[in-house]
């Protein structure tokens, strides 16, 4: 009798440490309340950047940074003041907030969008430099090794180039 193989156990989408952790992230939501109320408002920039990001989270990342950073510092005023629902309720309401928190995260649109023109450019004049680079290399080749590297000419089947015929 052959022996069978032992059964591998498939992962689904709920396996025990994904729940676990959801669980843990929900419950530290639910006691950090004005935290995660203000947190969750202000990093909206950041989701939709994450979302709308295919070129493998540059842009998510840029916004994301700018965008905690205008968080921050009401975080420290929340976290140093009143740390309740209420004084998040507060903050979240107050247009200085909104402005200062969603204009941090344009400022990190702002950042990616030239650096990715700086970087565009740069780019494009190293592939021109190599590009000539190589078009001089290629010359330098034809001149030591004739016109038959260029790949113009016709070549017979064992590589030897044909022979024009003269009237």
């Known amino acids: 009798m052959a022996a069978k193989a032992p059964r591998k156990k498939a992962k689904g989408k709920g396996s025990w440490s994904s729940q ?10 639910i006691v950090f309340l004005p935290t995660t109320m203000l947190v969750l408002f202000g990093m909206l920039p950041t989701v939709v950047a994450v979302l709308i990001d295919r070129q493998g989270g540059t842009r998510a990342v840029t916004v994301g940074s700018m965008n905690l950073a205008g968080c921050f510092p009401f975080l420290l005023d929340l976290w140093t003041k009143s740390h309740t629902a209420e004084y998040a309720g507060t903050l979240i309401t107050d247009p200085r907030t909104i402005i200062v928190i969603y204009a941090a995260a344009g400022m990190g649109y702002l950042i990616d ?15 021109t430099l190599r590009l000539a680079q190589i078009r001089k290399r290629q010359a330098a080749m034809v001149i030591r090794w004739g016109k038959e ?11 030897f180039p044909l022979e024009e015929e003269k009237a």
């Open 20 to 29: 676990i952790l959801l669980i843990f992230v929900l419950l530290t939501a």
């Open 113 to 127: 969008w030239a650096l990715s023109g700086i970087v565009a450019t740069i780019m494009m004049q190293r592939a």
């Open 149 to 159: 590297v260029t790949g113009e000419v016709v070549l017979d089947p064992e590589g």
